[in-house]
């Protein structure tokens, strides 16, 4: 099902950046890619906007960072990327691992409404050098 928000020429820009890209982003990434042409406060809204829309999903890095991702079947109020996030120590890339997203048991009463794990270590590519 394809996302629906307000469109507007700040929004169109920032999904540019998400279109052109295989991994996850961070604020600083989507602000650098875009070249002073939107500010950072601009760009955060949009981002929240766009997580709040079900448009991107978060993901909390050990290293203090919300890295934003394209998210595939989520809605407004409702996301449902549970899967691995994975850091590479070398090219600092963060990516999506959707095939790993087996959900631990939890303990009788607990649910799950999302979840995220983020595995550190070295890319295919960074492996290689």
Same mark, same amino acid.
């Given at each position: 099902m394809k996302k629906q928000w307000r469109n507007t020429k700040t929004k169109e820009m920032v999904m540019d950046? %998400?279109?052109?890209? $295989?991994?996850a982003l961070c604020h600083a990434d989507i602000v650098q890619r875009l $070249?002073?042409?939107i500010d950072r406060v601009t760009v955060y809204r949009i981002l929240?906007? %766009?997580f709040d829309e079900g448009v991107l999903h978060k993901i909390s890095a050990e290293n203090g960072r919300t890295y934003y991702a394209l998210c595939r079947d989520c809605s407004a109020g409702q996301h449902a990327d549970n899967h $691995?996030? %994975?850091y590479c120590m070398g090219c600092k890339t963060v990516s999506c691992l959707e095939e790993v997203a087996q959900l631990p048991q939890l303990p009788q009463g607990y649910s799950v409404s999302e979840a995220s794990? %983020?595995?550190?270590?070295y890319c295919p590519n960074c492996r290689a050098v």
């Open positions: 950046v %998400f279109c052109c890209e $295989a991994g $070249a002073g042409k929240q906007g %766009f $691995a996030h %994975f794990w %983020f595995i550190s270590g």
